[in-house]
Nanobody
Framework: VQLQAFGGGLVQSGGSRGLSCAAS????????MAWFRQPPGKQRELVAR???????NYADSVKGRFTISRDNAKKTVTLQMNNLKPDDTAVYYC????????????????WGQGTQVTVSS
């Protein structure tokens, strides 16, 4: 099982960017999916999360600007980021609790590789 994130890059302040993350491998079920970020010199922090029923939670700093969504059939999670600010500059990571096939319903936490988002002022 692995997660792979796509979509990072350089964007101007006020612009938009979409990140996608796809889960692959022998997967039985996916519980929550989420995006974290780690700004330069700072700790990793939760950006947004979504459970299997579509319920979402956001960090206060991104509420109203970012939208998380998922496609359960495609096993993907997307983060649409609008009105980006220089403070949004960070390495963004996707994570999910996944139950692999043959794990007897046990969920494990997986992380994708980070993708850099840089917002220029």
């Amino acid at each position: 099982v692995q997660l792979q994130a796509f979509g990072g890059g350089l964007v101007q302040s006020g612009g938009s960017r979409g990140l996608s993350c796809a889960a692959s491998g022998s997967i039985f079920s996916i519980n929550f999916m989420a995006w974290f970020r780690q700004p330069p010199g700072k700790q990793r922090e939760l950006v947004a999360r979504i459970n299997s029923a579509g319920r979402t939670n956001y960090a206060d700093s991104v509420k109203g600007r970012f939208t998380i969504s998922r496609d359960n059939a495609k096993k993907t999670v997307t983060l649409q980021m609008n009105n980006l600010k220089p403070d949004d500059t960070a390495v963004y990571y996707c994570t999910a609790d996944i139950s692999p096939l043959g794990s007897n319903g046990i969920f494990y936490n997986y992380w994708g590789q980070g993708t850099q988002v840089t917002v220029s002022s």
